[in-house]
């Protein structure tokens, strides 16, 4: 069973940057492919971006590609997301998500991930 606690969020301004972090214990980190959703208020948790097991393949969604950098280090059990230029569209509760699995076969389901984080609120401002 693996337990991940998200931490990093908060609110800035519009062009802003901030980095997330999801540390995970209780499982071989490495063994899990990792991602990051996300949910604004009265939307469907949406797809942000993935992570294989040892960082050399990634894959982002289309509204935060070139914005957004998902990175891990297997060493610390902690998976990364780097964001950029930051819109008032990406105000949402971040969300790490975990399955143990060496395949990327849709990442981009929420369904497919067991593991699930409390989540951390980032808040843009215009």
């Known amino acids: 069973q693996v337990q991940l606690v998200e931490s990093g969020g908060g609110l800035v301004q519009t062009g802003d940057s901030l980095r997330l972090s999801c540390a995970a214990s209780g499982g071989t980190f490495s063994q899990y492919t990792m991602a990051w959703f996300r949910q604004a208020p009265g939307k469907e948790r949406e797809f942000v971006a993935v992570i294989n097991w040892d960082g050399g393949i990634t894959n982002y969604a289309d509204s935060v590609k070139g914005r957004v950098t998902i990175s891990r280090e297997n060493a610390k059990s902690t998976v990364y997301l780097q964001m950029n230029s930051l819109k008032p569209m990406d105000t949402a509760v971040y969300y790490c998500?975990?399955?143990?699995?060496?395949?990327?076969?849709?990442?981009?389901?929420?369904?497919?991930?067991?593991?699930w984080g409390h989540g951390t609120q980032v808040t843009v401002s215009s």
């Open positions: 998500a975990a399955e143990q699995t060496y395949s990327l076969s849709s990442y981009y389901l929420a369904r497919r991930y067991d593991y």
